[in-house]
C-alpha cells in the first residue's frame, strides 16, 4: 500500500479511482486499511477545497418537496392546524 496525500483535483481521481477497485474489501485485510486511510484523504481534502456549508432552512425545504413531487398547495391542509411545540 502506497499512500499520498491528496494535492489537487487529479490526486483526488485517482484516489476516488482506487477506492472503487477496493470498496468491497474484507474487513481487516490490507485493501480494507487502504480504503479506510483514502477515504480520510478524501474527505480532508474535499472539507478544504469544497467546503458545504449550512444549508438555508427555506431552500431545504424547497428542495425536498420537490424530491417527493409536492407544491406549496400540498402544505395548506397543514398550516391552518397551527404549530404545536
Known amino acids: 500500500m502506497t499512500i499520498q496525500p491528496i494535492r489537487n483535483d487529479a490526486d483526488l481521481r485517482a484516489a476516488f479511482e482506487r477506492l472503487e477497485s477496493i470498496f468491497q474489501?474484507?474487513?481487516?485485510?490490507?485493501?480494507?486499511?487502504?480504503?479506510?486511510?483514502?477515504?480520510?484523504?478524501v474527505e480532508a481534502y474535499e472539507n478544504r477545497h469544497?467546503?458545504?456549508?449550512?444549508?438555508?432552512?427555506?431552500?431545504?425545504?424547497?428542495?425536498?418537496?420537490?424530491?417527493?413531487?409536492?407544491?406549496?398547495?400540498d402544505l395548506e391542509p397543514f398550516s391552518s392546524q397551527g404549530f404545536q411545540p
Do not use: C, N, S
Open 25 to 41: 474489501a474484507t474487513p481487516g485485510t490490507p485493501e480494507a486499511d487502504e480504503m479506510e486511510v483514502l477515504v480520510t484523504l
Open 50 to 73: 469544497y467546503p458545504i456549508g449550512p444549508a438555508d432552512p427555506v431552500e431545504a425545504i424547497k428542495f425536498r418537496m420537490g424530491q417527493q413531487g409536492l407544491a406549496a398547495k
